[in-house]
């Protein structure tokens, strides 16, 4: 039995849907501070797992409910979590894009004695507000003495080479403001100079219509323009999975309240505002944004999902 088995047993948590979600996921995920209340004060457990290792902090966070956030903390809830993916508490409310839910995290983080370093181990934040295009929430990272050197364990991707994929002048001229190390090197062996070389050629000959059409870095479906999915291959343990925002599988919306989808719709893997490269890349293929197809891939987050099939181009 899984130690999140072990811990809805002993506790008494009451699942609700088939993502494992409880009453206090759809609660903070709503900011509905009543039903939070309730729920706390009839001795429930504050930090249950859903299916992909979600707490109800993290729910909070995600949808930037920041009176929740602080009641669930107040409580005692525990922002040092990881979800399936490994990913954060912090780097949650980074995606989220409210500096109020930021800085209240990192303070709460910080005054608990977490490193800064520890936050960033996995995937630095400044360069998750640069790929959410939160510049503000960029700005306040680099201020409160984030590293702008930090870089992607797997892919030596650091915030500078992001910023020169995307092409964001304002982002570069601030990290380097900031003593960002414009020599480092990737896993590919490309600094950020490299990578912004081949960015302006690939966006000029991208100006000649008789060129191929660029391929999509990131898979969007049609039932969501906004938001970027890796696709999964369907599995057993999906079959006839529900979740309370899904009964039904709609091709208008994703669900609100839990990351995790029906089979044959998209598994959601980043937030519905994350926008590299706009989508579609700029160039052709071999262009700059096959470091950035690796950013976004397994080589970062690895899926708690049985044999997944990501699907995008094969550049590296």
Request: glycine share 4%; net charge positive.
């Amino acid at each position: 039995m899984s130690s999140n088995e072990e811990f809805i047993r002993k506790n008494k948590v009451v699942i609700i849907d088939d993502d494992k979600n409880t009453k206090l996921h759809y609660a903070a995920a709503l900011g509905n501070l009543e039903e939070i209340d309730k729920i706390i004060a009839s001795k429930q457990k504050l930090d249950p797992e859903n299916y992909l290792g979600w707490t109800p902090l993290m729910m909070a966070i995600r949808n930037a409910n920041a009176l929740a956030v602080d009641t669930l903390l107040i409580k005692g809830a525990d922002a040092t979590k990881k979800n399936k993916f490994g990913i954060n508490a912090f780097l949650i409310s980074v995606t989220c894009g409210d500096i109020v839910v930021v800085e209240k995290l990192l303070n709460h983080l910080l005054t608990g004695g977490v490193s800064r370093q520890s936050l960033q181990r996995l995937f630095s934040p400044v360069s998750l507000a640069i790929l959410y295009g939160h510049n503000h929430i960029f700005k306040y990272l680099l201020e409160r003495s984030f590293d702008p050197n930090a870089a992607a364990p797997l892919t030596g991707i650091t915030p500078l080479m992001f910023a020169a994929a995307l092409g964001k002048e304002k982002l570069i001229t601030k990290l380097l403001n900031f003593k960002a190390n414009i020599h480092k090197k990737n896993h590919l062996g490309k600094t950020a100079v490299d990578i912004a070389h081949t960015r302006h050629n690939s966006v000029e000959t991208n100006f000649d219509k008789t060129k191929a059409r660029p391929q999509p870095l990131i898979i969007i479906t049609s039932h969501n323009q906004n938001s970027p999915h890796l696709q999964l291959t369907p599995y057993p343990e999906a079959m006839g999975r529900k979740s309370s925002n899904t009964r039904t599988p709609s091709m208008v919306c994703t669900p609100r309240i839990t990351p995790i989808t029906p089979q044959f719709m998209p598994q959601m893997f980043f937030g519905s505002n994350f926008t590299p490269s706009q989508f579609i890349s700029p160039g052709p293929p071999m262009a700059y944004h096959s470091f950035l197809n690796a950013a976004v891939t397994p080589s970062n987050f690895v899926s708690p999902l049985p044999s997944p099939q990501i699907c995008y181009p094969n550049y590296v």
